[in-house]
């Protein structure tokens, strides 16, 4: 997510590391919803504890949790807070502060697929599920216009956004106001963490072996065949998080994590100290601080100029990246040099057995 957010400046990056423009679908669309899913699957661990705990504990620990995800995603949009115009400082209003985002949505999917797996059966939360990825397709055709259900600024999402939040709280970055992380295309995003929740719970059940490699990876095939089948009609769209999007997604992720335990925990080719995958685990003991941490500091290095007119985020990358490296290569060389200094930030935190839970 870091190497995707970070591209250096200076020049177009590859092809992969881009989000699809618009229908179809790019390996980088596949980082945010593969947080969902990681999400749940985090989740079937804590959920097993929390069902000891009475009802009002649960809603306090889970409502808490979710809020301050929430107001985390809102403030890091609304940062640095103010303004610098000729040499006056001013407070950034309210008024054209983002309310939704990537925080801001994986804290709704958490709060809302925590309730329905509390307080529904695994058959219930299914039906729940079916619910909310037709649901959604039957919404966007019954109140999208006409000429264009599934366009940019003509789909129900849009215009419910719209309706709720107003343009000055949407994201502008598209040219015009749309929200990608839109209040009604997080319906469909839920069932990205649901799904991790019981492929989680899976793995615990019937352990790492050689069957439960099979049943997840069959799985995600299946759902992938679906999702390509549904393509025809509902158009895979990461920013619509369209149903048969989620789908394919949440097939490739069951792939991946089968793969996974395929390589680590059979094959033991790379123990969680001792082998490559030590690498990924300092991120992910730290992952909410981590994010936040790449967010602030490119904001940062776009709001600070070097001289009069040059941000020190393009400064860096024309001085020395896109000079040593022109064009792409640059922009990916730029992009894991700053992955890495957020890694170190990690790794100096884990030496210290410093991790930060919200």
């Not at 991790?196 to 990876?217: D, I, P, S, W």
């Not at 290095?301 to 009069?308: A, I, L, T, Y």
């Amino acid at each position: 997510m870091i190497i995707v957010n970070t591209p250096g400046d200076g020049a177009t990056p590859f092809a992969p590391f881009l989000h699809a423009d618009w229908h179809g679908f790019t390996p980088t669309d596949l980082v945010f919803p593969s947080f969902l899913f990681a999400v749940g699957n985090a989740m079937s661990f804590s959920m097993e504890k929390y069902r000891q705990l009475g009802d009002g504990a649960f809603f306090g620990k889970v409502i808490k949790r979710s809020a301050l995800i929430f107001l985390l995603g809102y403030l890091m949009y609304w940062f640095p807070f103010f303004t610098i115009h000729d040499g006056q400082f001013a407070l950034k209003p309210v008024s054209g502060t983002r309310i939704m985002g990537v925080l801001q949505r994986i804290a709704l999917c958490y709060l809302f697929a925590s309730l329905l797996i509390r307080f529904l059966s695994q058959r219930g939360v299914m039906v729940a599920s079916i619910i909310l990825l037709f649901g959604y397709w039957l919404l966007l055709l019954a109140y999208g216009d006409s000429s264009d259900v599934y366009g940019m600024q003509t789909n129900a999402g849009f215009y419910f956004d719209k309706f709720v939040l107003g343009e000055g709280h949407m994201y502008h970055g598209e040219g015009v106001p749309f929200e990608p992380e839109g209040l009604l295309s997080t319906l469909p995003a839920i069932v990205n963490v649901i799904i991790g929740y019981y492929a989680g719970v899976f793995v615990q059940n019937k352990g790492k072996t050689y069957e439960t490699v099979a049943r997840l990876l069959l799985a995600g095939s299946v759902l992938i065949l679906a999702a390509l089948a549904w393509n025809s009609v509902f158009p895979v769209n990461k920013k619509l998080w369209t149903s048969s999007f989620v789908l394919l997604t949440t097939g490739i992720d069951l792939a991946i994590i089968a793969g996974l335990i395929f390589l680590v925990e059979i094959r033991k080719a790379g123990l969680p100290e001792k082998g490559w995958t030590k690498f990924f685990t300092i991120f992910g003991k730290n992952p909410l601080f981590i994010y936040l941490l790449s967010e602030l500091l490119a904001i940062t290095m776009w709001q600070v100029n070097v001289g009069r007119k040059q941000s020190t985020y393009s400064w860096i990358n024309s001085s020395f990246f896109q000079r040593i490296a022109p064009g792409p290569f640059g922009s990916l060389f730029f992009a894991l040099t700053f992955m890495m200094v957020c890694w170190s930030v990690g790794y100096f935190l884990d030496k210290r057995k410093v991790y930060i839970r919200v």
